[in-house]
């Protein structure tokens, strides 16, 4: 029998392109993509669909018997921002979710884990400059604390209980199909809307503040590789620090300024300013790039240019091709 593979958060950011990525290899008979709810119709009106809750244990556990689901993607997650709205609901979601896919290996349910961590496993005592793999984490808000604790306990199973569980620590990832929700690193997406729709962008964060930063492109085959990589090449069990580029809101501000030379930002920092000054401005993934061989390929430039291609289809403000 074929490998089936289970996404759970499928509507989401990330969830979505992954989908779709993994439906493109494997085939849309081998994906099944779920969520809470069928709020992303692209998903789940474009293949096999169903409704799981990932804090239901029974839920998510039934869809994997029904579907003989062998790999799973756990992508649903309460993210840094609105997770200090609700910490209770954030520790919740995060956690109850990601023991069920755990449990489910520990049970050889499953065989294999995917489950994203993030650079909000960082905190104000990390190096903020290329930020080691291995180093300080006292992260300060709930969702790095969730990563955090959610990375000692995906090494625990795997040291204890051999689950073949698989994790990088995503830095802002910046798409134009499926709006992020809830993050610190979502005004590098939401720069980019406005720019398009409105020429104004009224940014959360102030103008200088430095964070690492990836196009979806490069997240899916950062995801996909480590997946698909011998298990023997996966050398860290808790979660690869994953980088591509770092870059501030001025330096965004001013690359989407050189095609739309009118646009205008204006900077009123919120609470995720505190947030955003707790994690690192760039980060060392030599390890991923040593035991996987990750690389990644898309710089600012790039994916401005691809950002306002994309999204000028979208609100239909553009006919003209990539310059
Ligand atoms: N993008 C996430 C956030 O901002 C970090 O992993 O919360």
Redesign the pocket.
């Known amino acids: 029998m074929s490998s089936k593979i289970l996404i759970i958060g499928a509507c989401g950011q990330i969830g979505s392109e992954l989908t779709y990525k993994l439906r493109n290899l494997f085939g849309d008979d081998n994906v099944v993509a779920s969520d809470i709810n069928t709020s992303n119709l692209d998903i789940s009106n474009t293949g096999i669909f169903e409704i799981v809750d990932a804090q239901d244990f029974t839920s998510v556990k039934n869809c994997v018997e029904k579907h003989h689901v062998d790999t799973v993607y756990l992508m649903a997650a309460m ?3 609105t ?1 200090e709205k609700f910490p209770e609901k954030a520790w919740n979601l995060n956690m109850n979710s990601l023991f069920h896919v755990l449990n489910l290996a520990k049970d050889k349910i499953i065989k294999k884990i995917f489950w ?1 961590s ?3 496993v960082f905190g104000p005592t990390t190096p903020t400059k290329y930020t080691p793999q291995y180093t300080t984490t006292e992260p300060t ?1 709930v ?1 790095g604390i969730t ?1 955090q604790v959610g990375e000692r306990w995906c090494e625990y199973y795997f040291n204890k209980y051999h689950v073949d569980v698989r994790s990088i ?5 910046i798409s134009w199909k499926t709006l ?1 929700g ?5 005004y590098a997406v939401e720069i980019y809307h406005e720019a398009v729709k409105t020429k104004q962008y009224e940014c959360f964060l102030k103008a200088d503040t430095e964070l690492p930063m990836m196009f979806m492109d490069d997240a899916i085959k950062a995801t996909v590789d480590i997946m698909m990589a011998k298990p023997e090449d996966i050398k860290i069990r808790s979660s690869y620090n994953l980088a591509a580029i770092s870059f501030t809101p001025q330096q965004v501000a001013a690359s989407i300024k050189k095609h739309i030379p009118d646009f205008e930002v204006v900077y009123t920092p919120d609470f995720r300013q505190d ?1 955003a000054n707790s ?1 690192p401005k760039s980060i060392n993934d030599s390890y991923a790039r040593q035991d996987w061989k990750w690389k990644h390929t898309f710089l600012l430039e790039d994916i401005t240019q691809e950002m306002l291609f994309q999204l000028g289809k979208k609100y239909n403000t553009i006919s003209k091709t990539p310059q």
């Open positions: 993210l840094s921002a997770g994203p993030s650079i909000a808000t969702y990563k620590r995503y830095p802002g990832i992020p809830g993050g610190t690193t979502d947030i994690w």
